[in-house]
């Protein structure tokens, strides 16, 4: 069956250090994945796309890479600060006929302690 | 730009009422999408529209749930009659276009809790 995991439900991390998140899927072949970030209360707010063919984007603090051929992403938070601290989820997008679906991961929840 | 707009922003009704959900998106945007998100769960997709047409509706429980996208603007979802497993946040996104480099921009949903 297809899955999307998010390394874990919460990760604590220091002020200062670099967060790293991880999205591992099976039986999926994402042309693309984005990352979003969700605040309590909050809808999803999009952070960065990378495609199939690109191993590494990078945007400000975060950086995000895709191995289509482990089957997992990774996103990272250099020098963290506690307003970090949110739900980040992972989106693969797939094309369909005529169509492209975005299907979501449960989410990490990040908390970055003072 | 003016986000997505929802209403309402909360919702308390008893099983087998019905509801409604009302959505705006960003002006110009061509797809928009209604999502689930049933608490420590990621959003889940229910239907996808282009313009005013239904482009995926494949996960929508269509003997409760109905939604329409009147002249490829606003767009309500209904649920009749609730259940309790429909206890959950509406999000309402939209997108520019439908393709895989367009984000989307999600509004703020509506908690719905079915009691």
């Known amino acids: 069956s297809q899955k999307i995991e998010q390394n874990s439900e919460a990760l604590n991390i220091q002020e200062g250090k670099t967060a790293t998140l991880t999205c591992n899927y099976t039986n999926y072949s994402p042309a693309y994945l984005q990352w979003y970030r969700q605040d309590p209360g909050r809808g999803p707010v999009f952070l960065l796309l990378?495609?199939?063919?690109?191993k590494e984007k990078r945007k400000e603090r975060l950086k995000v890479t895709f191995d289509t051929t482990l089957k997992q992403s990774l996103f990272h938070i250099t020098a963290s600060q506690p307003a970090d601290s949110a739900t980040y989820l992972c989106?693969?997008?797939?094309?369909?006929?005529?169509?492209?679906?975005?299907?979501f991961g449960k989410g990490t929840k990040l908390s970055v302690i003072p | 730009e003016a986000g997505v707009a929802q209403s309402p922003r909360y919702k308390i009704i008893e099983k087998r009422q019905s509801v409604a959900f009302w959505c705006n998106p960003i002006?110009?945007?061509?797809?928009l999408y209604w999502y689930q998100q049933i608490l420590g769960q990621g959003p889940k997709l229910l239907i996808q529209?282009?313009?005013?047409?239904?482009?995926?509706d494949s996960q929508l429980p269509k003997d409760r749930f109905s939604a329409e996208r009147l002249k490829g603007v606003d767009s309500t979802l209904k649920i009749q009659p609730a259940k309790l497993e429909d206890s959950a946040v509406y999000l309402c996104?939209?997108?520019?276009?439908?393709?895989?480099?367009?984000?989307?921009?999600f509004g703020n949903g509506t908690r719905l809790t079915v009691t």
């Open positions: 989106a693969l997008g797939m094309s369909g006929a005529g169509s492209y679906q975005l299907t």
């Open positions: 529209f282009q313009n005013n047409g239904v482009v995926d």
């Open positions: 990378i495609r199939e063919n690109e």
């Open positions: 996104a939209s997108s520019l276009a439908l393709r895989h480099n367009s984000p989307l921009h």
């Open positions: 002006s110009g945007h061509a797809t």
